[in-house]
């Protein structure tokens, strides 16, 4: 299966992806943590990014388009199926992704809209808290680690992301309207758009697509 996720910022993506793919074995590929990665190894891709996503804008389409061409390529993917979670965030990349799957002789089965409050989201964000050696999630309130400031699953370090304070929230929240709103319209037109609500159970996404798949069948 391939599936696209896309939501504002903390609508859960991650969160529901890690449901699919550990449901259906497929790869998931979250542009932003391939990109967090980068920066922390300061690569090229990591030192061009950081500035951008420190500021809760997005990095350049062209960027990104080589660097997803490049992960879908990657054999788990190509031939396994994927779940897309944080592309694509532009019209651009939306067709830049029709494009390489077609040249893969590949298309996607679903796109699945996280819908989810501002309100929720800034509420969520802020008291977001990641494990950046393992890539687990935390909630001050709502979930929080055992000890505090230490990964439950690891046992290393959390840490609040540097865009998951309120402002840059807010910014991207802003990109998210401007910028990926278009990309909506675009998969509904070709009638693939699903809207899942994110304040649902952190397995709609799945369920969802269970459905579409009853449907299809
Ligand atoms: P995320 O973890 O998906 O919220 O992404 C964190 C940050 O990475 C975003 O705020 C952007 O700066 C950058 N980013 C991730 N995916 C993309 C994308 N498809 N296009 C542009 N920037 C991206």
Redesign the pocket.
């Known amino acids: 299966m391939r599936v696209v996720l896309i939501g504002p910022?903390g609508a859960g993506?991650?969160t529901q992806a890690a449901v699919i793919k550990e449901k259906l074995g497929i790869a998931h590929v979250?542009?932003?943590?391939i990109?967090?990665d980068n920066v922390i190894k300061k690569t090229e891709i990591g030192l061009e990014?950081e500035s951008?996503?420190e500021s809760?804008?997005?990095?350049?389409?062209g960027l990104?388009i080589g660097m997803?061409k490049a992960r879908l390529a990657e054999s788990d993917a190509a031939s396994g199926g994927f779940i897309l979670?944080?592309?694509?965030?532009?019209l651009h990349?939306a067709e830049a992704l029709d494009r390489l799957l077609e040249e893969m002789s590949l298309s996607l089965d679903a796109v699945l809209l996280l819908a989810v409050p501002d309100d929720e989201v800034v509420k969520r964000l802020c008291n977001r808290r990641v494990c950046p050696s393992c890539g687990a999630i935390y909630n001050v309130i709502a979930c929080p680690a055992k000890a505090e400031g230490i990964c439950d699953a690891c046992g290393g370090r959390i840490i609040q992301r540097d865009?998951d304070r309120e402002p840059v929230i807010r910014n991207?929240l802003a990109?998210y309207r401007e910028r990926t709103s278009p990309v909506l319209d675009y998969y509904e037109k070709r009638g693939l758009l699903h809207t899942v609500d994110a304040l649902e159970a952190t397995d709609a996404a799945m369920r969802m697509l269970e459905s579409i798949e009853g449907t299809k069948a």
């Open positions: 910022p993506k991650g979250s542009t932003g943590d990109l967090r990014a951008f996503m809760g804008r997005l990095v350049p389409d990104m997803i979670d944080g592309f694509p965030r532009t990349q865009d991207r990109v």
